[in-house]
């Protein structure tokens, strides 16, 4: 069954099979355009999805659909290059899958990187958002990665997502980051997509406290809490979501859509990919930096509760 524990252990035990007794710690997933951030990575080896057990192989440009593992500064990571989304089709469990099977693999800290658009005027193209939280619209709809019957193995059924996003990670991140990035912390809102929001739907996200939107990131959170992972999240701003228009002040809002937008709409992925592929080699400088801590879990926030 998708995502079942059966599944997950059939790709960590293939992928075990491959990685030559070394057992990465640290895993990572990257976002649109952002599959780049392999790059850092010393003596790197990789399969593409379609020769993983029960991996779907990417359907999106850029989105590479490959599995890589190397040396990031010389801590072994697994880095997936491309991810399952929602809007492909996938149900929920094939969202989690890959996630699972990287803890069943070793894994305890994952990496979880995105393009998203801004909901604020001041959260600019070319910024990196460093999630503090996140609001998970499927989920919280019926869509969540952990509906249907808890398996144990896993984690608990009711896990608590308080803190998901490792506060330790995010402050090491925060005083790593290139300036270049303007990094800050905020709230990323999921949607399923793949329609870009309207600007009303942007309105509506943002007076719901979210910071920025994308399509990915909050399923595979939930699902690596479940199983215990400690989480970085990381949105590179793309574009402003809807064209931006980003104000709290309704007529401020109305006279900004009657200017027209100030920045372009992504509209296209093609504009998205670019905007991020110019970005990564700055987060990668930033995975390079964050290595020897990303490995060294010594401050566990297991998300097991009550
Ligand atoms: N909306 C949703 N997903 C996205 C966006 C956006 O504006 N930009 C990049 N991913």
Redesign the pocket.
Request: glycine share 14%; aromatic share 4%.
């Given at each position: 069954m998708e995502g079942s524990y059966e599944a997950a252990a059939e790709a960590a035990n293939w992928l075990r099979g491959r990685l030559g007794g070394v057992t990465p710690r640290v895993g990572l997933i990257c976002g649109?355009g952002l599959g780049g951030l392999v790059a850092a990575l010393e003596g790197a080896q990789s399969a593409p999805y379609g020769d993983v057990p029960h991996f779907k192989p990417a359907s999106v440009p850029g989105h590479a659909g490959r599995v890589v593992w190397g040396l990031l500064g010389g801590i072994p990571v697994i880095v997936l290059q491309g991810r399952s989304h929602l809007y492909e089709g996938h149900g929920p469990a094939q969202v989690a899958l890959p996630v699972r099977a990287l803890a069943l693999l070793g894994v305890h800290t994952l990496v979880l990187t995105?393009?998203?658009?801004?909901l604020r005027r001041p959260l600019r193209p070319g910024q990196l958002l460093l999630l503090r939280d996140h609001i998970d619209l499927p989920g919280m709809a019926g869509n969540g990665v952990l509906v249907g019957p808890n398996d144990d193995r896993f984690g608990p059924r009711f896990p608590v997502m308080a803190a998901a996003y490792d506060p330790a990670l995010r402050r090491a991140a925060l005083a790593l980051a290139p300036p270049a990035l303007r990094p800050r912390p905020g709230v990323y809102a999921g949607?399923s997509?793949p329609a870009?929001?309207t600007p009303a739907e942007c309105r509506l996200l943002r007076r719901l406290g979210a910071d920025a939107?994308?399509?990915s990131t909050v399923g595979e959170a939930t699902a690596a809490r479940h199983l215990g992972l400690r989480v970085l999240g990381l949105s590179l701003i793309?574009?402003?979501?809807?064209g931006g228009g980003a104000s709290d002040d309704e007529e401020e809002e109305e006279e900004a859509e009657r200017a027209g937008p100030e920045v372009a709409?992504?509209s296209e992925h093609a504009a998205?990919l670019e905007a991020a592929e110019g970005a990564a080699v700055l987060i990668r400088d930033l995975l390079v930096a964050l290595a020897p801590l990303l490995a060294n879990r010594d401050s566990p926030t297991k998300g097991a509760g009550p």
């Amino acid at each position: 069954m998708e995502g079942s524990y059966e599944a997950a252990a059939e790709a960590a035990n293939w992928l075990r099979g491959r990685l030559g007794g070394v057992t990465p710690r640290v895993g990572l997933i990257c976002g649109s355009g952002l599959g780049g951030l392999v790059a850092a990575l010393e003596g790197a080896q990789s399969a593409p999805y379609g020769d993983v057990p029960h991996f779907k192989p990417a359907s999106v440009p850029g989105h590479a659909g490959r599995v890589v593992w190397g040396l990031l500064g010389g801590i072994p990571v697994i880095v997936l290059q491309g991810r399952s989304h929602l809007y492909e089709g996938h149900g929920p469990a094939q969202v989690a899958l890959p996630v699972r099977a990287l803890a069943l693999l070793g894994v305890h800290t994952l990496v979880l990187t995105n393009a998203a658009g801004s909901l604020r005027r001041p959260l600019r193209p070319g910024q990196l958002l460093l999630l503090r939280d996140h609001i998970d619209l499927p989920g919280m709809a019926g869509n969540g990665v952990l509906v249907g019957p808890n398996d144990d193995r896993f984690g608990p059924r009711f896990p608590v997502m308080a803190a998901a996003y490792d506060p330790a990670l995010r402050r090491a991140a925060l005083a790593l980051a290139p300036p270049a990035l303007r990094p800050r912390p905020g709230v990323y809102a999921g949607v399923s997509g793949p329609a870009y929001e309207t600007p009303a739907e942007c309105r509506l996200l943002r007076r719901l406290g979210a910071d920025a939107v994308g399509m990915s990131t909050v399923g595979e959170a939930t699902a690596a809490r479940h199983l215990g992972l400690r989480v970085l999240g990381l949105s590179l701003i793309t574009n402003m979501a809807a064209g931006g228009g980003a104000s709290d002040d309704e007529e401020e809002e109305e006279e900004a859509e009657r200017a027209g937008p100030e920045v372009a709409t992504p509209s296209e992925h093609a504009a998205v990919l670019e905007a991020a592929e110019g970005a990564a080699v700055l987060i990668r400088d930033l995975l390079v930096a964050l290595a020897p801590l990303l490995a060294n879990r010594d401050s566990p926030t297991k998300g097991a509760g009550p």
